[in-house]
């Protein structure tokens, strides 16, 4: 079970009589479903029979409720009938004497927190359990973005630059591995964190930018996805507040969304950082991103998550002041790039060297095409090389780097920006 289609909204399938019931079985399938996997998932040991029970009760949901009404609990009702196809499935597959035991704690476990109580939220523990080093690491943050957060294969091989059969393939096998291991659902202990805490945090931050490419918010899948993905920062904050990474990946994700509100106009068109009104920004959500960078500072090291909230900042603080900062956002930049040798860091990097030594500099700073094929199907990389090309006097190559850089943006706003910046290299 994975995010239900947008596209295929529950008034085209039954009408507006029964629209109700399923918007809300909608609802709880985005907002609840990892949070229902990990309470499943604590029990079981076992992923994938977690996600078939829930996929199975949100089948009995869009059949019920539109003709008995909508339960009083939607989350109860939809655990309780989940857990009791996880145990008869448990049943079915029982074929000795000996899996009885089993299969009394697993009800019995089942059982605990169930009826009309608040369904206790363990999808951080889940997600240190994807993060066991008895899985292959490389699929280790895919694995908690679909069990945790809910994104289907397709959405994520596309963030990981595979294709979905592929990707498919080794989340089941990732599944399989934590169910055969007997990997033990729990917050390892401090001494096991470091060895997991950096791949939890990158799964929160994938999970906040897919949410975060919505800037109106209209999408609510992905407006519930970067919720989650804050709830969730927040939550590593909380349980690990003197790791200074935890801290810096909130006070970036947190200077990010301050900006939400600003990022379009009034009539929905793009508006690029140095455009913004700061008046539109969330004061409240800046200072807290900014104390928590204060503090990651005394607790020293330093991260890329530390590094990225901190380049936040100094944007944010040219923007507010209007007083240029690029030598300290190079530094940064550059201190980023020794870090983590990221060529989308290099772009940005790039974008800061032409602030300070022009455009030419720039596009010799810029990563090599021929040495990352992957670069060739990022919209950012010819976005920055269109603009640099202008900069630099080269209005052709500028407008064919552009024109690519348009084919590959499926924000409709952001490609009529860069449209209206490629129509003013012939003015």
Known sequence: MSRMNESEGPSERMGDVNAQPYDTAEAVARRSYGKLVAFLTAHTRDVAAAEDALSEAFASALVDWPRNGCPSNPEAWLLTVARRKTIDVARRHSHAEVATGELQLLAEGLEAGAGEAEIPDRRLALMFVCAHPAIEAGIRAPLMLQVVLGLDAKAI???????????????????????????????????ELRGRLETVLDAIYAAFTEGWTDPGGADVVRRDLTEEALFLARLVAELLPEEPEALGLLALMLHAEARRRARRDLHGEYVPLGEQDPALWDGKMIAEAEALLRRASTLGSIGRYQLEG??????????????????????????LFALVGSPVVAINRALAIAELHGASAALDAMPDLARDVRLAEYQPYWAARAELLAKAGAPSEAGHAYQIAIGLERDPAVRRF????QSELSS
Not at 162 to 188: E, H, N, T
Request: aromatic letters at 10%; one cysteine or more; a positive charge.
């Open 157 to 191: 091989a596309s963030a990981f630059l595979m294709s979905p059969a592929a990707m498919g393939k080794r989340l089941v096998r990732a599944k399989d591995k934590i169910r055969q291991a007997g990997i033990p659902f729990r917050v390892p202990e401090r001494e």
């Open 418 to 421: 860069l449209q209206q910046r």
């Open 310 to 335: 901190a380049l936040q900042s100094a944007h944010a603080y040219r923007c507010r002041t209007r007083e240029p900062n690029w030598a300290e956002v190079f530094e940064l930049y550059d201190a």
